[in-house]
């Protein structure tokens, strides 16, 4: 069953712009991660935030995490051509059941 | 440092054939090792996981088979290829933290 659903589906922005997706989820979880895909490649771990934490950075990325709301965002600040990727979010729900992603955000950034 | 690897890259098999995907781990001990299958333009489906060796769990009824035949060594399986069955297929692997993927193998079927 799909845990994480992120908004939305597609962005398109151009260069330095900023560049936020969203990503609701539906049961408690331990923490959550968000991870980048470049057309047919692997997946990137990009950064995680535990339940117990709001907000975290990471260089240009700032991840919000509210647990009231069941929902996360990430925001990419002064976006670049090279950001240009599938973002997906994923959960770990407690019991230690295995990483549950959502369908993923395409992020298109327009030079 | 830790890698994961994952090969082939690319592979085309016709309907019906065996397939065979393999994926190890360098620089950790006792991860826990998953297979994801994501559809062109859609999100990952989880496979199979691993919490050791021998031990696998099967989250989506189908014709592929995964084993952990030693403990950084995992590989999907099947007998008979559908062509439902192409997609991008992606290893994984965590220890605390992660999962880390592999680069992907492509699978067509025609």
């Known amino acids: 069953s799909q845990q994480g659903e992120e908004d939305p589906q597609a962005l398109s922005i151009q260069e330095g712009e900023n560049a936020t997706m969203n990503c609701s989820y539906k049961?408690?979880?331990?923490?959550l991660q968000w991870y980048r895909q470049n057309s047919g490649r692997g997946l990137v771990h990009l950064i995680l935030i535990r339940s117990n934490e709001r907000e975290k950075h990471s260089g240009r990325l700032r991840v919000t995490l509210d647990t009231s709301k069941k929902s996360s965002s990430l925001l990419i600040t002064a976006s670049r051509a090279a950001d240009t990727a599938s973002y997906f979010c994923?959960?770990?729900?407690?019991?230690?059941?295995?990483?549950?992603f959502g369908k993923g955000t395409r992020l298109s950034v327009i030079a | 440092s830790q890698t994961i690897h994952q090969w082939p890259a690319t592979l085309v098999q016709p309907v019906g054939s065996p397939l065979s995907l393999e994926c190890t781990v360098e620089g950790t001990s006792n991860p826990n090792l998953y297979w994801y299958r994501q559809a062109a333009g859609r999100g990952l489906q989880l496979l199979f996981y691993s919490v050791g060796i021998g031990q696998i769990s099967s989250e989506v009824p189908q014709n592929l088979s995964a084993s952990r035949p030693q403990d950084r060594q995992f590989i999907l399986s099947s007998k008979k290829l559908l062509l439902s069955d192409s997609g991008f297929y992606l290893c994984?692997?965590?220890?605390?933290?992660?999962?880390?993927f592999g680069p992907g193998t492509r699978l067509t079927v025609t």
């Open positions: 049961t408690s979880i331990n923490n």
């Open positions: 994923a959960s770990y729900i407690p019991g230690n059941t295995p990483l549950v």
């Open positions: 994984a692997w965590s220890v605390g933290g992660g999962p880390y």
